[in-house]
């Protein structure tokens, strides 16, 4: 069974950081791209960041400088440091697995985490 299970969301103050992890169970995490998503209320889920590599990762225009993807394959998970973080990064954070380096299809997602910016 695969589980994607995120943590690290709450609430900070615009400026402030948060560090979100997805710990995966049940795949064979290196030969996945590994990338956090999230939707705001109305909104349609967005790409945030991925990475396959340390040497293959790729940002939203609206994060770059700002956040940062990493991936621990020893064990199976992936991070976002988010500083700097705006009112407009409020959403809710979800971790996904891609097959392979060029898919764009997600073949398992968490379940969500929240993060909310706001003074």
């Known amino acids: 069974q695969v589980q994607l299970v995120e943590s690290g969301g709450g609430s900070v103050q615009p400026g402030g950081s948060l560090r979100l992890s997805c710990a995966a169970s049940?795949?064979?995490?290196?030969?996945?791209?590994m990338a956090w998503y999230r939707q705001a209320p109305g909104k349609q889920r967005e790409l945030v960041a991925d990475v396959f590599s340390s040497v293959n990762t790729n940002y939203a225009d609206s994060v770059k400088g700002r956040f940062t993807i990493s991936r621990d394959n020893a064990k199976k998970t992936v991070y976002l440091q988010m500083n700097s973080l705006r009112p407009e990064d409020t959403a809710v954070y979800f971790c996904g697995a891609r097959f392979g380096r060029v898919s764009d299809r997600v073949d398992y997602w968490g379940q969500g985490t929240q993060v909310t910016v706001s003074s």
């Open positions: 049940g795949i064979i995490f290196s030969v996945y791209t």
